[in-house]
């Protein structure tokens, strides 16, 4: 009883934390990391302790029950024991491991949407009003118009920031253009696949204010070290200010994008 009680609290300690983790859905990894970390030191010391000193005290020794004891009594409430508890621990482990992807994967219903189509090699991120941020590896960067606080240039890269607003869960909803890519949300602990003519949900929350980064974790060809993006995340009241003070882009068309590219 005492060993389940132990694997609930270090489930209500990590649930009350919530508030202060960095990105989520971070917190719930961590907390399947640690049950089954629990779980498996105290399954090993288990096994492991009992087998060192069965080696020890029953080792052989020369003139000493050399013949082994060929007759066996069964006991009922240890075969129960080692049977039921195993079978309690792994229904526990694959029921709650469930309910934790499930959140995992489940966009929360108040959840910003964010649409992401990936290219060789870079991004187009897309908001609900229709305003763009593109994110490419390039040669040329002195033709594109952008602000020096919202742009930035590195190793041939032209990006502009990627704002999205603090302690919002962002639902991406991911597509490619062209190859496999995969969505990687480095805080978040976030990975999705991004395949061509389909779409591929994934969410992620971000709680602290500051610059994170966007990865592609399928290799795409070329220059796919060069295919990343940053995060800028601010206050939800600098959000809007940011979203609703720029012009917003023509329709979404990916053009914008390829000739980016090129």
Avoid at 37 to 58: D, K
Avoid at 67 to 96: C, F, K, N, R, S
Wanted: glycine share 8%; hydrophobic share 45%; with cysteine.
């Amino acid at each position: 009883m005492r060993f389940f009680l132990g694997i609930l609290a270090i489930s209500g300690l990590a649930l009350a934390g919530e508030s202060e983790v960095i990105a989520r859905p971070y917190d719930l990894w961590e907390l399947i990391y640690k049950i089954w970390l629990v779980l498996t030191v105290i399954i090993y010391a288990i096994v492991a302790i009992p087998s060192l000193y069965f080696m020890f005290r029953y080792r052989f020794r020369e003139g000493e029950n050399e013949v082994g004891d060929q007759e066996h009594e069964g006991h009922w409430g240890l075969e129960a024991l080692w049977t039921i508890v195993p079978l309690i621990i792994v229904l526990y482990l694959a029921t709650h491991g469930f309910a934790l992807f499930t959140q995992m994967r489940k966009p929360p219903e108040n959840a910003m949407e964010l649409k992401v189509t990936a290219f060789a090699w870079g991004w187009m991120f897309q908001y609900p009003n229709g305003k763009m941020v593109v994110a490419s590896a390039i040669r040329d960067t002195e033709e594109k118009k952008c602000k020096p606080e919202e742009c930035y240039g590195v190793d041939g890269v032209f990006q502009q920031y990627v704002y999205i607003p603090a302690g919002v869960p962002i639902k991406a909803v991911l597509t490619s253009q062209d190859v496999l890519h995969s969505f990687y949300v480095q805080p978040a602990g976030v990975t999705q696949d991004m395949v061509p003519g389909r779409t591929t949900v994934t969410w992620f929350q971000i709680n602290k204010e500051g610059e994170y980064w966007v990865f592609c974790r399928e290799y795409c060809g070329q220059w796919h070290s060069r295919m990343f993006a940053k995060l800028k995340v601010v206050s939800k009241e600098e959000f809007e200010k940011w979203l609703k003070g720029e012009a917003t882009a023509d329709g979404g068309d990916f053009k914008i994008a390829q000739e980016v590219v090129r």
